[in-house]
Structure formats: C-alpha cells, structure tokens
C-alpha cells in the first residue's frame, strides 16, 4: 500500500510582486533522508493523445535557474530548460497512458498510472515523492500531494516542464500523420479550429472517444 503524507498549502514562497515565486524544496520534519522525486502530469484535458507523467530527480549540486510552472513558460523557454533538466538532474522518466488506457480506466485513473510508471522507471529509488496536486498514484514509497507544487518545489516545476515538452513533441509528430486537425498549434486541446476539423473530418484514431465533444460527433 502507498505511504501517503497530506497536502502542503503553506508551503514557503518567495518573490516580490509581480513576480513568480521561486520554487523551493518542500520537506517534512519527519521525512526521510535521501532523495526527493517530483511528479507532474500534462494532457489531462485534450481531446487527443496520451496523458504523460514525468518524474525527476534534481541534483542539488547542479542548480537549474529559471524553474517554474511549465504553463507560464513560453514554448521556446520550456524547449531549453528541458535540454537542461535532461543534462543536470540525476534522473529523469517519463510514464504515459494511452488514449485505449483512458478509455477504458477514465482520465483520473490513467493518470495516476502514467505518474506510476514515471516514478517506476526512475534509474535512481527516491526515498520520497512530491506530487503536483491532490491525488496521490499508488506507489510503494513515500509519497506527499502537493496542490500548487509546480510552482513551489524545483523537482516539480521540472516534472511539470519534462511532461509538457514531451507530449507537445508527441502532438507535433501526430501532426505529421493527420496534417488536417492542426496538432502542432493546439496540441489536442478543444480549440475552436479542432473542434470544426473534428466536425469536418471526423475523429482519427488517437481521439478520446469517450470525452464529450468527440462523443458528440459519434452519435450525430
């Protein structure tokens, strides 16, 4: 059974106004000595494609500047600090659940399988586990839910950045098989421009049939 600590909505941040907090590492009094895995997902909420998981393991001795919410990132700011995430941190996974996997678990329950794969497939064991939000995959470590986390804790923020990268490179080479829904702008997300060429062309086999705007089209 997972080992599961409670969220941290206190946990520190630092910044002026108008500026991003900078992330930091989030630690309990009792937590074990050794290393910290952050865990983050992208892909939840389109139409198309897998939900991809990455976990890292950052090494203190090789800060990354610049770390934060991969949302707020610009897609060339996210393209470099990947290479540099790849390049400094001990280790790096990636875990994904496919669209067949939605299907047939429901988002929720994908999701929480790729986050288990990343960490699975971690080169490195982490004595503990911080997960960006409220739900916690099943693991056989130490694991804490942190709401906000990839904005407060490096190792998150990172995950966060590896995960989006991953799968917007995915999107774009989907684009390359089905040209006519336009993956490389809006990377599977319901976009006014997927939804008419859904309309247009119909669903191709990398859409979640079960989500409601690609359902719509089956029945009409």
């Given amino acids: 059974m997972p080992l599961n600590a409670s969220s941290r909505p206190d ?3 630092r910044g002026g106004r108008g500026r991003l907090p900078a992330p930091v590492q989030c ?6 000595v050794g290393l910290i895995a952050g ?5 939840r909420g389109p139409l198309a494609g897998p939900v991809v998981a990455a976990a ?3 090494d203190d001795a090789r800060p990354i ?7 707020v990132l610009t897609a060339l700011r996210r393209e470099r600090l990947y290479d540099e995430i790849r390049a400094k941190a001990l280790c790096c996974s990636i875990g994904e659940a496919g669209v067949e996997e939605i299907e047939r678990l429901n988002i929720l329950q994908a999701t929480m399988l790729a986050m288990q794969r990343a960490v699975e497939g971690l080169r490195l064991k982490p004595a503990k586990v911080l997960v960006d939000g409220n739900r916690l995959p099943r693991l056989e470590v130490l694991c804490e839910a942190i709401v906000g986390g990839d904005a407060k804790v490096a190792a998150i923020s990172a995950a966060s950045i590896i ?3 991953h799968r917007d490179r995915w999107c774009d080479a989907l684009h390359a098989q089905f040209p006519q829904y336009g993956f490389d702008r809006h990377k599977g997300y319901g976009t006014a421009e997927h939804l008419e060429a859904l309309r247009v062309h119909g669903p191709c086999p990398e859409h979640r049939r079960g989500f409601a705007p690609v ?3 089956l029945v009409a």
Wanted: aromatic share 4%; charged share 25%.
């Fill in 65 to 71: 500047a610049g770390l934060a919410d991969s949302k």
């Fill in 27 to 32: 630690a309990l009094d009792w937590d074990p």
């Fill in 163 to 165: 995960a989006k990268v």
């Fill in 215 to 217: 359902a719509a089209l």
């Fill in 11 to 13: 946990a520190p941040r």
């Fill in 39 to 43: 865990v983050d997902e992208a892909g």
């Fill in 56 to 58: 890292v393991i950052l």
